[in-house]
């Protein structure tokens, strides 16, 4: 992961529940996107139904 930053676009509700596991899930290897919680600087742009299973 040397990219200084990382643009992530989700977009619909079927991207829903990765956007979740990626982002507020644990780091696994089950879920490889999961890995980006722990670069410095990632931007996620997604629109409400890409959202919609956030906690």
Same mark, same amino acid.
């Given at each position: 992961m040397r990219a =200084? @930053? %990382? /643009? #992530? &676009? *989700?977009? +619909? @509700? +079927? =991207? *829903? @529940? %990765? #956007?979740r596991q990626a982002f507020f899930g644990p780091v696994t290897p089950y &879920?490889?996107?999961? %890995? /980006?919680?722990?670069?410095?600087?990632? %931007? /996620? &742009?997604a629109d409400e139904a890409a959202l919609s299973r956030i906690p």
């Open positions: =200084k @930053e %990382i /643009l #992530v &676009v *989700a977009n +619909g @509700e +079927g =991207k *829903a @529940e %990765i #956007v &879920v490889p996107a999961s %890995i /980006l919680q722990l670069h410095n600087d990632v %931007i /996620l &742009v």
